[in-house]
């Protein structure tokens, strides 16, 4: 038969929430925050008539159950009919080595949109993964020398400092990046990058380097974003963006083009530098 969980056993094994998390949520139709109370039942933050249809917590919470990635199922409709449906989610792993055992902690941060429903019209969204990696400084610390004085006022030497010495912790995230678009009535967008050309500031992530609209098979569109680098320490940044000429010559016209201040270095990653608003 079943057991009584007591509340520590609940704590321990995540069945008992004593702080509910938020929940965000951003779709073409809107956009809101939620959370969950002790029954496990949505509670909006906002009054509206949006409707959470369902969610991967329904049902009496089991100790040491965790819904897997499969598992979970976001669906959300707007006062028009419109049903949103969220899935593929980014899973994030996060090792810390700065204490004395490593840490190692996992969890789901983000769930993507996957598929638009409205009568008889749908739109579905296709992602593929990428391993993301990069550090982040948990903490840092510096040693000083003590200036002392001795009886006379004489000091026993001067202050110095060591270097820092930083202690970070890695950050892995199984992100999904948005790789087609398609219709029940035949458009199909598609959005490409070089597999082989990895962002030189984000380890595992591509740059986006065109879009491509087609309907029925039929190039409808073809727009191509061009891209560099800030300065010595490599952030992305968009340049022009072209479009394919409609007279079959082959050619790009410039839509767009951006220009940036840069008269000053770009703060390297990790860097404790701040902006004017701190």
């Known amino acids: 038969g079943s057991q009584p969980i007591s509340n520590y056993d609940a704590l ?3 069945a ?21 109370d002790h029954t496990r039942k949505p509670v909006r933050l906002r009054t509206d008539d949006i409707e959470i249809l369902q969610h991967p917590f329904e049902g009496t919470p089991t100790l040491g159950h965790y819904p897997t990635l499969n598992d979970y199922e976001w669906k959300i409709k ?12 980014d899973k994030h792993t996060v090792v810390n080595t700065c204490q004395s055992d490593s840490h190692i902690s996992e969890r789901q941060n983000a769930w993507h949109l996957v ?23 948990y903490s840092e610390s510096k040693k000083f020398k003590v200036i002392s004085v001795n009886v006379e006022g004489n000091t026993g030497g001067g202050q110095s400092a060591t270097s820092p010495d930083p202690c970070n ?9 948005l790789d087609k678009i398609t219709t029940n009535n035949g458009y199909v967008v598609e959005f490409i990058v070089d597999e082989n050309n990895q962002r030189l500031d984000l380890t595992g992530s591509h740059a986006l380097e065109e879009i491509v609209v087609t309907k029925d098979g039929q190039l409808v569109k073809r727009v191509r974003l061009n891209q560099d680098y800030f300065g010595i320490n490599k952030k992305l940044k968009l340049e022009s963006i072209d479009q394919l000429a409609d007279d079959d010559s082959g050619d790009f016209i410039q839509l767009y083009d951006f220009t940036y201040f840069e008269n000053q270095t770009f703060p390297a990653i990790k860097s404790n530098q701040q902006d004017y608003w701190g």
């Open 169 to 177: 912790i890695t950050n892995t995230i199984l992100s999904k990046r």
């Open 115 to 137: 598929k638009i429903e409205k009568g008889n019209d749908e739109i579905n969204f296709e992602y593929k993964l990428e391993d993301v990696e990069y550090e982040t400084t």
């Open 16 to 36: 008992l929430d004593v702080e509910p998390d938020k929940f965000y949520f951003s779709m073409p139709g809107g956009a809101g925050k939620f959370t969950f």
């Open 78 to 89: 707007t006062p028009d009919g419109t049903i949103y449906t969220f899935q593929s989610a």
């Open 12 to 14: 321990v094994g995540g």
